[in-house]
């Protein structure tokens, strides 16, 4: 496993989550800060969906239509750290939520953009 997603659980509807993301080791750490990251999401029986990405720099950010406005990607690039904060969150967010650094220094929408990937974490949101 390269990336390493965190901070997932259960929480009830309108609550919130703050995952993070960190490579596995430092040579990656360094190798990754020149890259655009992003966050995907697979709930049960449905495919893998994009959530929201960053630039290299955090100067660039892209969302999902179904989160914008509730979730904020960003990225701490002294620590080397990528975060997903959540909020207002609905029992359509639950999901396995992966991490990924993208093939650039900017990311999109389509998993094909992104190289390295997390092995996820779990979030459940009750109603």
């Known amino acids: 496993v390269q990336l390493q997603a965190s901070g997932g659980g259960l929480v009830q509807a309108g609550g919130s989550l703050r995952l993070s993301c960190t490579a596995s080791?430092?040579?990656?750490?360094?190798?990754?800060?020149?890259?655009?990251m992003g966050w995907f999401r697979q709930a049960p029986g449905k495919e893998r969906d994009f959530v929201a990405s960053i630039s290299w720099n955090g100067g660039g950010t892209l969302y999902a239509d179904s989160v914008k406005e509730r979730f904020t990607i960003s990225r701490d690039r002294v620590q080397n750290i990528l975060y997903l904060q959540m909020n207002e969150l609905t029992p359509e967010d639950t999901a396995v939520y992966y991490c990924?650094?993208?093939?650039?220094?900017?990311?999109?929408?389509?998993?094909?953009?992104?190289?390295?990937w997390g092995q996820g974490t779990q979030v459940t949101v009750s109603s």
């Open positions: 080791t430092r040579t990656l750490s360094r190798t990754l800060s020149n890259n655009g």
């Open positions: 990924a650094a993208a093939r650039s220094a900017y990311s999109g929408r389509s998993s094909s953009d992104y190289r390295t």
